[in-house]
């Protein structure tokens, strides 16, 4: 079995911010050269998130207002006396810091509509998201 890990840097510019990362992805998975395993995405953050749905404009509205509705900003959060930004962390806590996608025949096994997406929930902000590959070449 091979192991392959590259680190994608990003720049966000927006403080809550949902971001197709499916090519760059696709990259790390084409450098890797691994055709059947699985590709881990992680966020090395504790204010944003990953998680995979369909890149559709109306329908990133509906999450970023569902976040918003579900953890409102400004709320009476203890953590707020520390960084005044709980909000973001609750949020990632509902949308989890990483996602695990099979790889099969040298692609990402994403359904039609899937794509992967960071979720900057504290920006603007200089990220690290992490891809990690295991499997057969």
């Known amino acids: ?37 699985i590709l881990n995405v992680f966020s090395r ?15 990133l509205g509906d999450i970023e207002s569902m976040l918003s509705g579900m953890v409102p900003s400004g709320g009476s959060y203890g953590h707020n006396v520390i960084d005044n930004n709980a909000d973001s962390h609750l949020r990632a806590v509902l949308l989890g810091g990483s996602q ?13 509509w899937q794509s ?10 200089n990220r690290k998201i992490r891809v990690s590959v295991a499997g057969k070449p």
């Open 45 to 59: 953050h504790s204010t944003s998130a990953i998680f995979i749905n369909e890149n559709e404009t109306r329908l």
């Open 100 to 112: 695990t996608i099979p790889v099969v025949n040298g692609k990402m096994d994403l359904g039609t």
């Open 1 to 37: 079995m091979e192991f392959y890990t590259e680190e994608i840097p990003l720049r966000t510019s927006m403080r809550v911010e949902l971001i197709d990362i499916t090519s760059m992805v696709s990259g790390v998975l084409a450098s890797s050269g691994i055709k059947e395993g």
């Open 116 to 125: 992967i997406f960071f979720a900057e929930l504290d920006g603007p902000r």
